[in-house]
Nanobody, 129 residues
């Protein structure tokens, strides 16, 4: 059974930086064959994709965070991280780690939350003005 555990997060002033990490376990196949992604959900809003990464390191990043957020993974440690710089108050949300087995037709990993079956419990990220 796949298990995802997030850590990091917390509170910063607007413009500050935070890093969230996720440790994954319980995969039926090699970790490198799975898409890993970070998603977020703010109060009253739908869950949205922030950044995703393939086992080879190919990334997809939401336009709203390009140049400020960086996703990375370590296949030897089954981890995926999200470095968040220049955080904005409107990015205050619960951030989730998620995974999906990469389909052969996927050139990279989708940012549609509906494509992902396994989720972490989420972690709060707050940027105050």
């Amino acid at each position: 059974q796949v298990k995802l555990v997030e850590s990091g997060g917390g509170s910063v002033q607007s413009g500050g930086s935070l890093r969230v990490s996720c440790v994954a376990s319980g995969f039926a196949y090699s970790y490198s064959t799975y898409c890993m992604g970070w998603f977020r959900q703010a109060p009253g809003k739908e869950r949205e994709g922030v950044a995703t990464i393939t086992g080879e390191g190919r990334t997809r990043v939401a336009d709203s965070v390009k140049g400020r957020f960086t996703i990375s993974r370590d296949n030897a440690k089954n981890t995926v991280d999200l470095q968040m710089d220049s955080l904005k108050p409107e990015e205050t949300a619960i951030y989730y780690c998620a995974t999906a087995r990469r389909k052969t037709e996927w050139w990279d990993c989708p940012t549609d939350p509906n494509k992902y079956r396994n989720w972490g419990q989420g972690i709060q990220v707050t940027a105050s003005s």
